[in-house]
């Protein structure tokens, strides 16, 4: 059988290509850790020309952090604690987002009608922060379900629109294919639908990841319980304890970051048949 | 038993008649080709045959049922690029078996027939975006074939390769063709893709469609597009056409 020639190097390219994208090579790593490290150096010249004890060294954060691991704040909770119920509560905010959101959104992008009909009702309210609900869920809502409901809302609207505005972009052609075999709707919306709009969904995961911590540490810092980062670091604001709020700030970041190589890692073993494009 | 293909099909899109009585029959494996001008309405009759737009008036038959793609086995080769991105070369094959509840086992002898009949062995774990275009075109082609299809529809399914994969192809169809023995109607536009690929060629004239001729093609095969006798049907072909 006669194959074209340029055929046989995609194989080759690609393999390289997945390897290269597959983990971090040694390199990639290494450039990471010295620009972390960059970042560091720079705050700690900061803290030379500054000079005040409100403006902590990396290395007072860095005590700051261990104490609080080790003996617990102010409050008696340690560390982990906060921890822990601050990604509780984002976890579960999330995944309702993401259990309301996809479905609706396919829904909605498939009945055109339901979308059309209820956008005037409906969008209005994609254009209140969800710190704009802080006040009332403080009277209506209490404790858990109250940062569940804020993180649900931070999350679901960039959820919902990238599903939404993904269903139109399924190709009509793969439908049809399905269509000329005899598929019933069912098998064209989990083999057809699905599949195309899946890289729109994780984009807007990504997004709603992001909102959903900006969310979780207002609602905390607005009170209530006496867990969580946010709560923590207004804790020790009102005693002008500067490095434990760092030690928040710092935090928030990592996890955030650490959630967000969860999600690429995911769309990399989901999306291996994409292309990737780079410049 | 035959199983014909009766077609009997009027369409209009608000006052625009597309088809007008457009009436033919296919034999049992038959390899059928449409010839008419771009824009005279082949595809929207090849979709129509396909079920993939309701007619406005008459019908499809097969064996003097409705043509169904839920009771029969229908299967279409677009011109586009037709392969789900997200699947590989043999789950992309495997869609109709799929469909069509066949049992795993049944497809796996199915699917692995098929990739040696188009030639993709070594292949079959590649993603579309890794192969030809002439490839992905052989996929959807093992696709159609891997269904023991009532009717197989073409839609000038070679028209976006160059000339010397087209004529590669053109002959792999028949190959597979001969081999699978399966009713096929292939639409074109193209005189000598045309003859040399069917029994039977149905021109059509331009809209509204009707039929404007039906000719045997009785050359001996393999084709030889030098032949005098090719030549001639060509040039007539081309005259009941008109030249473009």
Redesign the interface.
């Known amino acids: 059988m006669k194959v074209d020639a340029e055929v046989l190097k995609a194989p080759r390219a690609a393999a390289g290509a997945t390897a290269a994208r597959r983990g971090w090579p040694v390199r990639v790593l290494f450039h990471n850790v010295a620009a972390a490290l960059a970042v560091l150096a720079v705050w700690q010249a900061a803290t030379w020309v500054v000079h005040s004890v409100f403006f902590p060294s990396p290395l007072q954060v860095l005590r700051a952090m261990g104490d609080l691991w080790v003996n617990g704040d102010v409050t008696g909770n340690s560390l982990l604690t906060h921890i822990r119920w601050s990604l509780l509560r984002l976890l579960a905010g999330f995944s309702m987002g993401v259990v309301v959101g996809v479905p609706l959104g396919l829904l909605m992008g498939l009945y055109k009608p339901l979308y059309t009909g209820t956008r005037a009702a409906l969008e209005p309210f994609r254009f209140i922060p969800p710190i704009a609900w802080i006040p009332l869920t403080i009277v209506l809502l209490s404790g858990f379900s109250r940062y569940v409901f804020l993180i649900w809302l931070g999350a679901f609207f960039p959820i919902f629109v990238a599903t939404l505005v993904g269903v139109p972009r399924v190709e009509l052609i793969h439908k049809n294919v399905a269509t000329v075999h005899g598929a019933g709707r069912w098998y064209i919306l989990t083999r057809v639908v699905i599949p195309s709009v899946l890289p729109d969904i994780l984009g807007g995961m990504r997004v709603g990841m992001g909102t959903a911590w900006m969310t979780i540490v207002a609602a905390e810092m607005s009170g209530g319980e006496t867990t969580g980062l946010g709560r923590m670091m207004v804790n020790y604001a009102e005693l002008l304890r500067i490095p434990e709020i760092v030690v928040g700030m710092i935090l928030i970041g990592v996890l955030g970051f650490l959630m967000n190589e969860v999600l690429i890692r995911i769309e990399k073993r989901l999306f291996r048949w994409r292309w990737e494009v780079s410049l | 038993m035959s199983r014909t293909v009766e077609v009997d099909v009027s369409q209009r899109f608000g006052d625009l008649v597309v088809l007008d009585r457009l009436a033919f029959s296919i034999a049992e494996n038959e390899f059928l080709c449409l010839l008419g001008r771009s824009g005279c309405g082949k595809t929207t009759l090849a979709n129509l045959m ?3 737009i309701p007619c406005s008036e008459g019908s499809v038959t097969i064996d003097g049922v409705p043509a ?9 080769v ?1 011109q ?3 392969l ?4 590989t070369v043999r789950n992309n094959i495997k ?2 078996l799929e ?2 509840r066949v049992a795993p086992d049944e497809i796996d002898r199915r699917v692995q027939e098929m990739i040696e009949l188009v ?1 993709l ?1 070594g292949f079959e774990d ?7 275009g ?2 992905k075109q052989r996929v959807a082609i093992a ?1 159609a074939f891997a ?1 023991d299809a009532d009717l197989i529809l073409m839609d000038e399914p070679f028209a976006a390769l160059d000339a010397q ?1 087209r004529t ?1 192809m053109q002959a792999e169809v028949l190959r597979i063709w001969e081999k699978r023995k399966t009713t096929v109607v292939f639409v074109t536009h193209n005189l000598e893709e045309a003859v040399y690929l069917a029994e039977r060629i149905i021109v059509l004239t331009e809209k509204p469609t009707r039929i404007k001729a039906s000719l045997d093609v009785d050359l001996p095969r393999p084709r030889d597009f030098g032949h005098p006798r090719f030549i001639a049907l060509r040039k007539r072909l081309g005259e009941l056409i008109g030249t473009w």
């Open positions: 396909a079920g993939l169904d793609p839920r009771r029969h086995e229908l299967a279409f677009f586009e690029p037709s789900w991105p997200w699947r869609i109709g469909i069509k030639g062995e590649y993603y579309p975006y890794q192969i030809s002439g490839m696709r269904v994969t590669t």
